[in-house]
């Protein structure tokens, strides 16, 4: 465990979130590597699953960041995004996952700060809980 | 796993001239990348969007022919377009290749060197399981119609359509009110250069009248608008007039009509007949008979109408009308209401004889108003006195929350309408704040001063109390000392239209949160809306004057027109959703989460169907099929699965 690196998987917008963290790059905003982002188009195209397959194959930590509410691209995917994610939270202590492992935010395309924040905190906090282990685990299942 | 078909991968890593190469190490991130085997062609290049590097780039895919293109470089928002052109030019389809963003999300944002490689790796990894699941994305385009409606026959609507017309566009206007002309009509002069605003509109009413390009029609509704930008079917229910085409407007039947009625366009403050027109000189000119209050139609007691017409315009048996308009854009010209006080019993409006609002003492002061301009009062004695309270019903929760921004200079006019008459007469203006943004606006307001208007500050419009005391108004409130007056003009803001609500649901655009049409964009597409090819202008864009009015107006017709050229085609998305038909249930949750109506449901198949060229491809309602039927196009399940992997096992 001493060398314990959690890996956080973040789930990005293509509109406001996943520009809030281009931004954070051209104000140099170090952030924690542990942090790695997928794009979407939209924060609503996020399955639930896609959450439990990323715990699945070793995620310590998810987020789910999209627009602001009223702001998004698709007009309303993020509440569409919101929804799912309040049913998912309520069933992830059902798997075994602490609920502070899931999260979901909002990052414009200008907050670039607000965007480093969020992901430091989210490894501070995974760190803290540290490595997630899943009961019945098959890692020979995961490719 | 590896498709057998899309083995060949090549890797290219771009050092963007130091800003990745100094943190990264490029040649050990391609040690890896060789190591691994799967990657068969691995390049660096210092800058591969500059010419030089581009050109290095075609040339690599030219040589090598590669199934899959990996570029890490800068984020995929900066020239993922760059490499995808190149690509296909070379024969590869744009889905094909892949941005890993180790720039923006790595070089720049980690110090730990060490760390950096590990993350550029991860990335590079997504990338490549992601990559190798694409399907080419196919082009779609379709010819548009280059015909436009515009909802709205006011100022805004009449000068977009004169502009499309002068283009050679056909355009259709589409008014509610039985003529044309709007509110601007309701006024007699515009500040601040006090141009007349019956003869600004006169001119263009006969050019729109007379333009084969344009077709009006009025007493009319848009019920419903199905379709998408470049071909919107909009269906229309034009109402009966009850007077036909023949009519000329001579008024004959007015002076025989027995049914007297507060008038609409005098906004109560006069009279019209069962049978009436707007104003003289309207288009159209042909006269509406009001069924709700025809004695005709009411208990077949009256026919007078019909013995005075000359021309046997009459027709009691016609049959309201529905139309359906095949159109490529839509332009919102509808306007705006005026803002309620009646809901402040300390105004006194209503209750108090000679407490007007501003657009009713518009109507006062209009040579075609209910008075033909004399400003008088209820007594037919003119005011000695008059004050006009500011931002009436605005800047407040219980009203209109906002500045409409124009309403400071039509309360200004006041002033210089009443001395025109009553040359002695004495004008207070109450007000906490004053906007005359503009030099000449601010002339205005210095010459009111001039002239005689007295401005007086009063510290919180909340604390204003008019009451009738001894047969005159007073005005009270904080800061100021009371004033007995004959007359109070209130001046009120700007609401959004009636019917805003319901049109934008028809039309599914956004509404800002003060009730207007929302902008694409503020700042660079403030005449759009969030629907492509929907388009707003004047008041229904926000609150604005004559001249901003128009501006919007020219500015969205003219964005309107330039896309729809007769002839061309349009590009339509081509990351949308799709619907497995064999997969599909039925269960309409699609339907319900899809933010734009691109999806129909099929009775006959029992099965929902996306229409592509309305889809903009967010993937909502992939996320939330229960049965997997619903793909999103280069973003499927597999291919977000496969990067999912791919950066945890990097």
Same mark, same amino acid.
């Given at each position: ?53 990323? /715990?699945? *194959?070793? +995620? ?9 509410? %009223?702001?998004? &691209?698709? !007009? ?38 607000? /965007?480093? *924040?969020? +992901? ?9 809980? %540290?490595?997630? &282990?899943? !009961? ?8 | ?650």
């Amino acid at each position: 465990m001493g060398n314990y690196e959690p890996k956080i998987v973040a789930f990005v917008c293509n509109w406001c979130s996943y520009a809030g963290a281009d931004k954070a790059g051209m104000l140099k905003l170090n952030y924690s590597t542990d942090v790695k982002l997928i794009r979407m188009m939209c924060s609503g195209r996020v399955d639930p699953q896609f959450v439990l397959d990323a /715990f699945r *194959k070793g +995620a310590d930590g998810v987020m789910i960041l999209g627009c602001h509410p %009223g702001d998004c &691209h698709y !007009r309303s995917g993020n509440l569409k995004a919101m929804r799912r994610f309040n049913l998912l939270k309520k069933m992830m202590s059902q798997f075994g996952i602490d609920g502070r492992r899931v999260k979901i935010d909002w990052i414009a395309a200008g907050e670039a700060e607000r /965007f480093q *924040k969020v +992901a430091n905190e989210m490894a501070e906090t995974v760190e803290n809980l %540290g490595q997630l &282990h899943l !009961r019945g685990y098959v890692e020979s299942e995961v490719q | 796993m590896m498709s057998e078909a899309r083995r060949k991968t090549s890797l290219f890593l771009c050092g963007c001239s130091t800003h990745i190469s100094d943190t990264i190490d490029l040649k050990a991130v391609s040690e890896w990348a060789k190591k691994r085997g799967d990657i068969n062609v691995i390049e660096i290049h210092n800058l591969l969007c500059s010419p030089d590097g581009k050109k290095f780039f075609a040339e690599s895919l030219a040589k090598n022919k590669p199934d899959n293109i990996i570029v890490a470089a800068c984020s995929p928002k900066m020239h993922e377009k760059t490499f995808q052109d190149i690509a296909e030019e070379a024969g590869i389809n744009m889905s094909h290749v892949q941005m890993a963003n180790i720039r923006e999300h790595v070089s720049w944002v980690t110090k730990d060197k060490e760390k950096a490689i590990v993350k550029a790796e991860a990335l590079i990894n997504a990338s490549l399981k992601r990559v190798m699941l694409a399907e080419d994305l196919e082009k779609h385009s379709m010819e548009i119609v280059s015909e436009i409606l515009i909802i709205g026959g006011g100022i805004a609507g009449i000068e977009a359509a004169l502009t499309a017309s002068t283009a050679g566009r056909k355009v259709y206007i589409v008014e509610k009110n039985i003529s044309l002309g709007g509110t601007i009509i309701q006024t007699e002069e515009i500040a601040p250069n006090m141009e007349c605003s019956p003869c600004l509109l006169a001119p263009r009413l006969s050019e729109v009248r007379d333009d084969p390009n344009i077709t009006v029609i009025t007493n009319a509704e848009v019920t419903d608008v199905l379709g998408f930008y470049g071909n919107f079917v909009a269906k229309i229910r034009k109402r009966a007039r009850y007077v036909d085409d023949s009519c000329i407007g001579c008024e004959a039947c007015f002076e025989v009509c027995p049914v007297t009625l507060d008038s609409e366009f005098h906004l109560g403050l006069g009279t019209r007949k069962a049978i009436y027109t707007l104003f003289s000189g309207s288009v159209p000119a042909v006269a509406v008979i009001d069924k709700g209050n025809c004695k005709h139609f009411i208990d077949n007691s009256c026919d007078a109408c019909v013995a005075a017409c000359p021309f046997g315009s009459i027709n009691f048996d016609e049959k309201d009308e529905d139309i359906e308009l095949n159109v490529g854009s839509i332009l919102i010209a509808t306007g705006y209401n005026n803002g309620e006080v009646s809901q402040f019993d300390r105004l006194g409006y209503g209750k108090i004889e000679n407490v007007y609002t501003l657009p009713e003492f518009e109507r006062i002061a209009s040579s075609n108003g209910p008075s033909n301009g004399e400003i008088k009062l209820k007594n037919d004695k003119k005011p000695s006195s008059v004050a006009v309270v500011h931002c009436a019903g605005s800047l407040c929760d219980e009203g209109i929350p906002y500045c409409s921004g124009v309403c400071c200079i039509g309360a200004a006019k006041v002033g210089e309408l009443v001395r025109k008459q009553i040359p002695d007469a004495k004008v207070f203006n109450i007000h906490n704040d004053l906007v005359f943004a503009g030099p000449k606006e601010n002339a205005f307001f210095k010459k009111q001063v001039e002239e005689g208007t007295q401005f007086i500050k009063c510290s919180d419009l909340e604390t204003i109390e008019i009451r009738g005391k001894d047969g005159k108004i007073l005005v009270e409130g904080d800061g100021f000392s009371p004033i007995k007056v004959d007359m109070v003009v209130l001046s009120t803001g700007m609401t959004p239209a009636p019917g805003t609500v319901e049109l934008a649901e028809m039309l599914n655009v956004d509404l800002e949160n003060d009730g207007f049409f929302k902008a694409d964009h503020e700042l660079l597409h403030a005449t759009g809306t969030s629907l492509d090819g929907v388009y707003i202008a004047g008041c229904a864009a926000g609150p604005c004057n004559v001249a901003t009015s128009v501006t919007r107006a020219k500015s969205a017709i003219g964005d309107a027109i330039s896309k729809l050229v007769p002839g061309r085609e349009i590009e339509l998305e081509m990351m949308t959703a799709i619907i497995d038909e064999e997969k599909c249930g039925g269960c309409k949750l699609c339907i319900t989460v899809c933010p734009y109506k691109a999806i129909i449901y099929n009775e006959k198949e029992n099965v929902s169907e996306v229409t592509e060229a309305i889809c903009r491809g967010c993937g909502t309602c992939v996320a939330s099929c229960p049965s997997g039927a619903a793909k999103a196009k280069h973003f499927t399940d597999e291919q977000i699965y496969a990067e999912i992997g791919g950066l945890l096992y990097g």
